[in-house]
């Protein structure tokens, strides 16, 4: 059983950053795809990001990209979003992921995700 654990959400103001972190629990992470994905009150989680195993390949939702860059330190066991230019529709609870399928393109939907963190909680004031 893979546990990841997230870090790093708090308040931040309009047009500031933070970096996000999610620490998964065992060396296999390196094997995995990883997302990020996120969820408003009153909304369906959402896709954010996500990133092959070798990190070689990245995707992320038009609302974020230019914006948010998604990294991984497999060494680490560690998966990042650093998130600049916050806006207060970026508010929500963010989730990171795993895909034990050994997939070469990381996947967009959270059906396809094995295992979650329990979220970490941004908020962005105006």
């Known amino acids: 059983q893979v546990q990841l654990v997230e870090s790093g959400g708090g308040l931040v103001q309009a047009g500031g950053s933070l970096r996000l972190s999610c620490a998964a629990s065992?060396?296999?992470?390196?094997?995995?795809?990883m997302g990020w994905f996120r969820q408003a009150p009153g909304k369906e989680r959402e896709f954010v990001a996500a990133?092959?195993?070798?990190?070689?390949?990245?995707y992320y939702a038009d609302s974020v990209k230019g914006r948010f860059t998604i990294s991984r330190d497999n060494a680490k066991n560690t998966v990042y979003l650093q998130m600049n230019s916050l806006k207060p529709e970026d508010t929500a609870v963010y989730y990171c992921?795993?895909?034990?399928?050994?997939?070469?393109?990381?996947?967009?939907?959270?059906?396809?995700?094995?295992?979650w963190g329990q979220g970490t909680q941004l908020t962005v004031s105006s």
């Open positions: 992921a795993a895909d034990s399928s050994w997939r070469t393109v990381p996947p967009r939907t959270p059906l396809v995700y094995d295992y």
């Open positions: 065992e060396r296999t992470f390196s094997n995995y795809a």
């Open positions: 990133i092959s195993w070798s990190g070689g390949l990245a």
